[in-house]
């Protein structure tokens, strides 16, 4: 069986992930199979979300922003990755 968890999905379903410095990380991908996993994953940790829909290198990026400590109970993981890259 396998198990896929929010912090999973988020880590490993986009294309990327940056922070903004400014607390808010950021889920960035192309591949609309791979949307509908971040948003479920989004949707599952119970967080407020906004998409960006972005047009560069002759592609449409979708962009998930949220709260960095919006993660912290429920992707400890991916929470400490998120604040080493926030601080950079």
């Known amino acids: 069986?396998?198990?896929l968890t929010p912090e999973w999905v988020l880590k490993n379903m986009s294309d990327h992930w940056f922070t903004d410095g400014e607390g808010f990380?950021?889920?960035?991908?192309?591949k609309s199979s791979s949307r509908?996993?971040?948003?479920?994953?989004?949707?599952?940790?119970?967080?407020e979300?906004?998409?960006e829909e972005v047009f560069y290198d002759e592609?449409?990026?979708f962009q998930y922003v949220f709260d960095i400590e919006?993660?912290?109970e429920e992707c400890p993981e991916f929470y400490e990755e998120?604040?080493?890259d926030n601080s950079i």
């Open 1 to 3: 069986m396998i198990e």
């Open 25 to 30: 990380a950021i889920i960035s991908t192309t």
């Open 36 to 47: 509908a996993w971040v948003e479920l994953a989004l949707d599952t940790l119970d967080i």
């Open 49 to 51: 979300w906004e998409v």
């Open 70 to 72: 919006d993660v912290i």
């Open 59 to 61: 592609e449409n990026h």
């Open 82 to 84: 998120l604040i080493e």
